[in-house]
């Protein structure tokens, strides 16, 4: 399965993605509860650069459920699934 996660990385183009935007505002939006006030991430900058750690990135899969009315199944819940905005948008495409 890891094999198949890693496939979907790397093939997904998040810039055309029509979800890339909605990703990047919720994630500034769970960033800012612990003092972010920059500027939006690039696709592939990493989420740890934000502040985010093992909690926040709990914060952001909830918020990321809501947000786009989907579950994140175990399978995903890795740190890598999380690591950069690119790979948020690859996961949700999949779940989608």
């Known amino acids: 399965m890891h094999a198949l996660r890693i496939l979907a990385t790397v093939t997904h183009n998040p810039s ?4 890339n935007a909605e990703v990047k505002d919720v994630v500034v939006r769970v960033a800012a509860t612990r003092g972010y006030d920059g500027a939006s991430p690039t696709n592939d900058e990493p989420l740890a650069r934000l502040g985010f750690d093992s909690l926040l ?6 918020r990321l459920e809501d947000h786009f009315d989907i579950e994140i199944c175990d399978e995903f ?7 950069t905005v690119a790979s948020i948008c690859a996961i949700i495409d999949r779940l989608r």
Do not use: Y
């Open 57 to 62: 990135t709990i914060e952001l899969v909830a």
């Open 77 to 83: 819940l890795v740190p890598s699934s999380f690591a």
């Open 16 to 19: 055309s993605s029509p979800i």
